[in-house]
């Protein structure tokens, strides 16, 4: 299976591509990670077993803490 990732589009939306169509990726996706629009800014990706994380168009990624460590 070939490399996906996530990018911003000229049109400001976020878009999904396989690695080797030579768009820049801002986060290449791993396996069973699946992602959606948080506003017009930000993308989170979801993973079952990992912390979710927020992308942003200048190709940041914060991690959001998880349950178990916020309830410590």
Excluded: C, F
């Excluded at 996530?6 to 699946?34: H, N, P």
């Excluded at 979801?46 to 200048?58: T, W, Y």
């Amino acid at each position: 299976m070939a490399a996906r990732g996530l990018y911003k589009a000229i049109d400001g939306s976020w878009r999904q591509a396989d690695a080797r169509t030579g768009v820049r990726l801002l986060y290449r996706l791993k396996e069973r990670e699946r992602w959606t629009v948080l506003d017009k800014d930000r993308a989170i990706v979801v993973h079952p077993h990992q912390p979710s994380k927020i992308i942003h168009p200048d190709g940041r990624v914060e991690e959001m803490a998880s349950k178990a460590a916020i309830n410590g």
